[in-house]
């Protein structure tokens, strides 16, 4: 995994690797700090775990005597890691069953092929699964999903344009006459407006804790890597409306804005349940600080 971690951030690790020649190059001074400054900046971190990296490095090139690009590339690493430390909370789905989960996120952020994926996670662990087509706005989502239950053999709970929230409910129930281990319930991504959408998901979550009064156990909100700083208004917006419990980050392959999981644990702190890597079936991985920040720079 750590491999296959290194290369899906290729392109967020030559953001971190242009850091590491500017260390190799020379001493540390000010300037070198403030080119730092701004590939930080540009890996999307955002300014205030910027800040809060540099602040750290400053303190420790006065109190460690730090001299060399390389000690100040390990403290920048050791700094990262600390930071990303409370994001590293992996889901636990032990102690409930079904075990409820459900998932968030505007369309194209990667919600369809996140839930085949933990799918497959799941019954890795030999836990069984059920799905809830709980996107009824959208046929291809439906579509998208009953496929993906056919070919893997996964009960889908789905209604033809029916409300998302009933479907949500009789997977429930579903899941409990058939002894499943975990529930896994989409939802739409998209609506005439976004408040509209809020109202709706807001809904679909009522509707599972009145099927399920310890329910949801999980909702998670799935965030494209590559909307960069958007993330934080995103999660904002879910979260007062939903009560975000963990997150998913997709795609970091293929972005350099890897440095949004910095943003997102300096700003807004979430557990960071999952991360999305790649397309294939086993590139979504649970989060793990010290790996992501070796896969980084090592
Ligand atoms: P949804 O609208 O939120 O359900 O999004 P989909 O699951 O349909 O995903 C949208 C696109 O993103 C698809 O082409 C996926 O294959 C792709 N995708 C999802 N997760 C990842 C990931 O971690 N890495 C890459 N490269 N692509 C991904």
New binding site residues.
Partial sequence: WLDRLKSGLSRTREQFGAIGSLFSRRKIDEELLEELETTLLMADCGVEATTALLTELRLRWKRDKLETGEELQAALAEALKQLLAPLQAPLDISGKQPFIIMLA?I????????IGKLTHHFQAQGKSVLLAAGDTFRAA?RE?LLEWGRRNNVTVIAQDGGDPAAVAFDAIAAARARNIDVVLIDTA?RLPTQLHLMEEIAKVRRVIQKAEPSGPHEVLL?LDANIGQNALAQLKAFDASIGVTGLII?????TAKGGVLAAIARSQPKPLRFI????GIE?LQPFDAGEFVEALFV
């Fill in positions: 996120g369309n194209g952020a990667g919600k369809t092929t996140s989502a998208q991504g799935v997709t795609k970091l392959d293929g999305g890597v790649g397309e590139d």
